[in-house]
């Protein structure tokens, strides 16, 4: 591939951003009646609307054209058929095998991993549904109720946003908690409020070393130990999803529920592994199941769709116009859903972990800027804060509206709750969108006892430009299927983007040094690791955190 900066396509998108300087949304809106029928695809019971963008037909042509131009299509089919994608780690990337459905093989060195796949999700859903069903006794026979899922970042946030997201569908039998944070007030509140009698401990660590999630889990265990239960008794009170089985057996779990994971799926990827056991606690096997199935029904619309129909094309593309050419550092995703709110943070991971790089598959410095920072709340709260920098600012954030159409509730005025929510959503994509020019604002004003010169500068105040991007993606509601299809929507836009930059989207390197510099640090203040091996000023917050701790003892 030729330098991306210099190719046709890239030099074309540049000489458009300078034509379209100028000229407004609104404009284009009441001179074509066609426009939403234009920019609007459907797949997997979603339907993106993105025609409040600034794009016309050449724009998106010449995006479809920087795609051919970065093998894109061949990119991901390579993805697909288990190529070692990931070079920097010598890797397959099959995440998308975990729900494949098709019955074909997916090969990975020469091995079929299917049957290693289907074999698992038999091993889940046999867990799952003795556990629902009460049949999961503890170690004085009563049944385990509650379940503590313990994990850092790809093995808990996939899981926890979610079963959140989830909620209307939850299994009440159980009650799933989620741990991540290493700070102990989290797993001490938790722990707190649980029979040790009931609770099952379920960890999630490939290498069963996670510093955080095993101090978490060591912390458990501690716990359940002081409650009354004995090293014999670990046996039935925790579970785990790793592949070092010796460390779990050490630790006290039974061989027979430590749950496999494997070298081709990434952590932020890996909600469709065993890593989503606590979903399929929360929801029961046959909801999870639906989850993977409308994520391979995302995958089988990715791999087959023409780039125009393509929702992860379009979206990734819509991505790269913003940031490439139109100077957008940042995108919000603002779902119009209370149980959606912790899907801002899911896509945070997703993108910004796999894609916040600086060199090309080969080694090269990237000369152009990459993945965006993701960030975001639920509407309607965010209206009510951050909105206002996003209509009035000269800061350019493209957005990701998303709602469900319909809601399953037969609560007090739940209709409409809804139909203000719907209004809402619609209402700040059209504000954004048309904005309210001075001229609107002064005849606004025009029937107020302000003064003219009052009134213009009252009327400066309230103009909003408007020309703001976004994108509205609606589905009928958030089931399962359609969760699990907005998910891998998501991790294939991530896919293009990472594919059109060049970079490897699914390795993490600034992660791993962090872990390995959190680990030198803890043998700092552990006395382990001679201070002045640190740089300055991280001896002197090792020093002056060692001295709190010694003056507590002391007291």
């Given at each position: ?50 025609s409040k963008n600034r794009i016309n037909d050449s724009v998106m042509t010449a995006l ?177 999803v790793s592949s070092n089985v010796t460390a779990a057996k050490e630790f006290g779990i ?27 606690l929360c929801l029961g096997f046959n909801a999870f199941e639906q989850l993977l199935k ?262």
């Amino acid at each position: 591939m030729t330098n991306l900066t210099a190719s046709a396509p890239w030099q074309a998108l540049n000489q458009l951003a300078n034509q379209l300087e100028g000229q407004h949304m609104r404009d284009w809106f009441r001179a074509d009646p066609q426009r939403v029928a234009r920019y609007s695809a459907t797949a997997c019971g979603i339907e993106v609307d993105f025609s409040k963008n600034r794009i016309n037909d050449s724009v998106m042509t010449a995006l479809y054209e920087l795609a051919d131009h970065c093998t894109v299509e061949a990119k991901r089919d390579a993805m697909f058929s288990g190529e070692m994608i990931n070079t920097t780690e010598g890797r397959a990337v099959l995440h998308t095998a975990l729900r494949n459905f098709s019955g074909d093989a997916v090969i990975v060195d020469g091995e079929d991993v299917m049957p290693q796949v289907r074999s698992t999700l038999s091993k889940m859903r046999e867990f799952t549904d003795t556990l629902l069903n009460g049949k999961m006794l503890g170690y004085t026979g009563k049944p385990l109720s509650h379940v503590v899922a313990i994990g850092i970042g790809g093995s808990f946030l996939g899981p926890k946003i979610i079963s959140e997201a989830l909620k209307p569908y939850h299994n009440d039998s159980v009650r799933v908690h989620f741990v991540a944070n290493v700070d102990g007030c989290h797993i001490r509140d938790v722990l707190k409020s649980l029979d040790h009698e009931e609770t099952l401990v379920l960890m999630s660590s490939k290498s069963f070393t996670t510093q955080e999630t095993l101090q978490n889990t060591q912390t458990a265990k501690d716990w359940f130990m002081q409650q009354g239960g004995a090293q014999k008794d670990i046996a039935q009170h925790f579970a785990c999803v790793s592949s070092n089985v010796t460390a779990a057996k050490e630790f006290g779990i039974n061989p027979d529920n430590v749950f496999p994971m494997w070298d081709w799926v990434g952590g932020r990827y890996s909600l469709w592994s065993a890593i989503g056991l606590p979903i399929a606690l929360c929801l029961g096997f046959n909801a999870f199941e639906q989850l993977l199935k409308g994520a391979f029904a995302m995958d089988e619309h990715f791999k087959s769709a023409p780039k125009h129909e393509n929702l992860p094309f379009i979206l990734a593309l819509l991505g790269v116009w913003y940031r490439n050419f139109q100077g957008a550092q940042s995108h919000v995703l603002l779902p119009y859903y209370h149980y959606l709110r912790g899907f801002p943070a899911y896509v945070q991971q997703l993108d910004m972990e796999s894609n916040g790089k600086q060199v090309t598959q080969s080694g090269k410095s990237i000369n152009c800027a990459t993945g965006p920072i993701i960030w975001g709340s639920e509407g309607t709260n965010g209206q009510h804060s951050f909105h206002q920098l996003i209509h009035q600012s000269s800061t350019l954030i493209p957005a990701d509206f998303l709602l469900p159409l319909r809601v399953d509730s037969n609560d007090l005025n739940a209709a409409q709750h809804h139909a203000m929510l719907a209004s809402n959503c619609f209402g700040q994509t059209q504000a954004l969108m048309q904005g309210k020019s001075y001229d609107e604002c002064l005849a606004d004003l025009s029937a107020t006892q302000y003064s003219e010169k009052e009134r213009m500068r009252i009327a400066a105040h309230k103009t909003m430009p408007g020309n703001k991007p976004s994108n509205t993606l609606t589905f009928e509601r958030l089931d399962p299927f359609t969760l699990g299809a907005i998910v891998a929507l998501y991790e294939h836009k991530v896919f293009v983007q990472g594919a059109i930059w060049d970079v490897n989207s699914f390795d993490q390197w600034g992660v791993e040094l962090g872990k390995v510099l959190g680990n030198q640090v803890l043998d700092g203040i552990g006395g382990k690791k001679d201070l002045g091996e640190f740089d300055a000023s991280t001896a002197r917050l090792i020093e002056r955190f060692v001295h709190a701790q010694q003056s507590d003892d002391s007291h």
